[in-house]
């Protein structure tokens, strides 16, 4: 560090719960009273639920087929949830045009991100009971079948798609609303790519190797191997947590490059 | 430079320069602001006023220069400054889907101070706004989110209260109270005020100091009779008006 730099170093600031918490209560409150955020986290988890499930009484030839496709639609909601409440969370101020009221506060970049994953949780925590519940009473299917494997690819989910979320609230303070398409679209693109109710073999052999180096895959694998034979794939189970890991470290950077380039390039009158 | 030591200022920022593209948006500004002093920022579009506040503020980056507030040098220091920094702009609306005391109470929340219940209710009674407490923030006037805003930028006693076209969307009786309240603050809590506006009669009643910006310099700095008077006008309005017509006939 130079001696200018040392001269002009500011302490990080200290973490505080109260401005965390004021962030999730305005979101609780917003979302509230959005029928949108309704639609998503309540019907739209029982609505996959019924779909899956009865695709897989249909055309399943074991009651396995109804426990793969549960499971797998149960652990994408995760995904979604969590990268929902960051990418929809970050867009909400963007179209209350409340970045520059926000920014003019003493909140941190951190205790606003913190707020949004702790949203995202409670989000992924409501989808997966819903899935669940659908599942356990109207097809008789225990979801929780695979054991602690789903506990801990729900977990390595979590990151995954905490990751997408950054990658759309960089994107967001670059190019504003139009990026809105990457909150949801990125998650259109991941689904049939990252073999949640089929193995990657069941691809086009041209996206296979696409559905291999995606960390999803390999916690979709791990899941859907323990339902059929209870074994564990502490391989696959590694690998895509490591790259999950990954991600979010990559997603994190990414944010802070864009947070540095939203305050040198003035990227704030576009949102105010 | 006007005003106190800067060591003491709560906003100084020195040799500051931005440029996006071809043009330079602010050239080379110095500014201090003194602990209770009531300073103006004026100038036609285009003068570099926007782009200076929003620097003071930590939301660009200068190019070159550098910005301290509350004596935080900025951008690592914004949080601990903006404790005792209040913002409002008239062309700010406050989140959708809050009501009035929902979200006064989240911007509360925000700051470190006892009792935001209590702040948010006090704000509340002093600007006379109990009739918009139940309101939705999307359900109001651009009066109304106008004095809402100021009512979120002054609730918590900050040091300085950063305001940008205050009451552009104000009735003029309301727009007085705004006034009233604002230099309330001034004398009671000796907080300073910095202030850009279009209203130059607004800006003559609430500064006691103006700084005339022209393409991103500072054309003017002093008490406004006196800016006004070294540049041959009789009011800053008239002053105003002859660089906005000056500007205009550059740029043609």
């Known amino acids: 560090m130079t001696a200018a730099a040392m001269e002009t170093a500011e302490p990080r600031p200290p973490v505080r719960w109260h401005r965390i918490s004021a962030v999730v209560r305005r979101h609780v409150?917003?979302?509230?009273?959005?029928?949108?955020?309704?639609?998503?986290?309540?019907?739209?988890?029982?609505?996959?639920?019924?779909?899956?499930?009865?695709?897989?009484?249909?055309?399943?030839?074991?009651?396995?087929?109804?426990?793969?496709?549960?499971?797998?639609?149960?652990?994408?909601?995760?995904?979604?949830?969590?990268?929902?409440?960051?990418?929809l969370g970050f867009l909400e101020e963007v179209w209350s045009r409340n970045v520059l009221n926000l920014w003019t506060t003493p909140l941190t970049e951190s205790e606003y991100g913190l707020a949004l994953l702790i949203t995202g949780f409670v989000r992924a925590l409501i989808s997966m009971a819903l899935v669940g519940l659908v599942a356990a009473g109207l097809y008789s299917v225990d979801p929780t079948g695979a054991g602690w494997v789903l506990a801990v690819g729900a977990a390595t989910l979590m990151v995954f798609g905490w990751a997408v979320a950054l990658l759309v609230v960089g994107l967001v303070l670059q190019f504003g609303e139009t990026a809105e398409v990457f909150s949801w679209g990125t998650l259109v693109l991941l689904m049939p790519l990252s073999g949640i109710f089929y193995p990657p073999e069941a691809l086009p052999g041209v996206l296979q190797p696409v559905a291999q180096v995606i960390p999803l895959t390999r916690i979709f694998e791990a899941t859907r191997q323990s339902l059929v034979d209870g074994s564990i794939r502490w391989a696959d189970l590694g690998l895509g947590a490591a790259g999950s890991l990954v991600c979010v470290a990559l997603g994190m950077w990414f944010v802070r490059r864009q947070l540095r380039r939203f305050r040198e390039q003035g990227w704030i009158t576009r949102f105010s | 430079m006007h005003g106190e030591q800067p060591g003491a200022s709560v906003v100084a920022a020195t040799g500051v320069r931005k440029r996006f593209g071809d043009v330079q948006a602010v050239d080379g500004i110095d500014l201090a602001v003194a602990p209770g002093e009531r300073v103006g920022i004026?100038?036609?579009?285009?003068?570099?006023?926007?782009?200076?506040?929003?620097?003071?503020?930590?939301?660009?980056?200068?190019?070159?220069?550098?910005?301290?507030?509350?004596?935080?040098?900025?951008?690592?220091?914004?949080?601990?400054?903006?404790?005792?920094?209040?913002?409002?702009?008239?062309?700010?609306?406050?989140?959708?889907?809050?009501?009035?005391?929902?979200?006064?109470?989240?911007?509360?929340?925000?700051?470190?101070?006892?009792?935001?219940?209590?702040?948010?209710?006090?704000?509340?009674?002093?600007?006379?706004?109990?009739?918009?407490?139940?309101?939705?923030?999307?359900?109001?006037?651009?009066?109304?989110?106008?004095?809402?805003?100021?009512?979120?930028?002054?609730?918590?006693?900050?040091r300085l209260v950063v305001l940008d076209e205050p009451t552009a969307s104000l009735d003029p009786d309301i727009a007085l109270r705004v006034r009233d309240a604002l230099a309330r603050l001034n004398d009671e809590h000796r907080t300073a005020l910095l202030l850009t506006s279009h209203d130059m009669r607004e800006v003559e009643a609430l500064t006691e100091r103006v700084v005339f910006l022209r393409d991103g310099r500072v054309l003017a700095d002093g008490v406004p009779a006196e800016v006004v008077a070294d540049a041959g006008h009789t009011t800053l309005e008239e002053m105003f008006l002859a660089e906005a017509i000056r500007m205009r006939g550059a740029r043609l």
Not at chain 1, 58 to 68: N, S
Not at chain 2, 82 to 99: I, N, Q
Not at chain 2, 119 to 136: A, F, N, P, T, Y
Request: with cysteine; net charge negative.
């Open chain 1, 29 to 87: 409150l917003a979302q509230s009273r959005n029928p949108g955020h309704w639609f998503l986290l309540l019907v739209l988890p029982v609505v996959d639920a019924l779909l899956f499930s009865s695709i897989g009484v249909a055309f399943g030839e074991t009651d396995r087929a109804v426990e793969i496709l549960v499971v797998g639609i149960l652990l994408f909601h995760v995904i979604w949830q969590l990268t929902l409440a960051g990418s």
């Open chain 2, 42 to 158: 004026v100038g036609p579009n285009g003068a570099g006023k926007t782009t200076l506040l929003l620097m003071l503020l930590g939301a660009i980056d200068p190019d070159e220069g550098r910005v301290e507030l509350m004596g935080r040098h900025l951008p690592d220091g914004r949080s601990a400054a903006m404790e005792d920094v209040g913002f409002a702009a008239g062309y700010l609306p406050l989140p959708d889907r809050l009501k009035v005391h929902e979200a006064l109470r989240f911007f509360a929340d925000l700051h470190d101070r006892p009792d935001p219940a209590g702040v948010v209710e006090q704000v509340i009674d002093e600007l006379d706004i109990g009739h918009l407490r139940d309101k939705s923030c999307m359900s109001l006037s651009s009066g109304q989110a106008t004095l809402v805003g100021i009512a979120k930028a002054v609730m918590h006693q900050p």
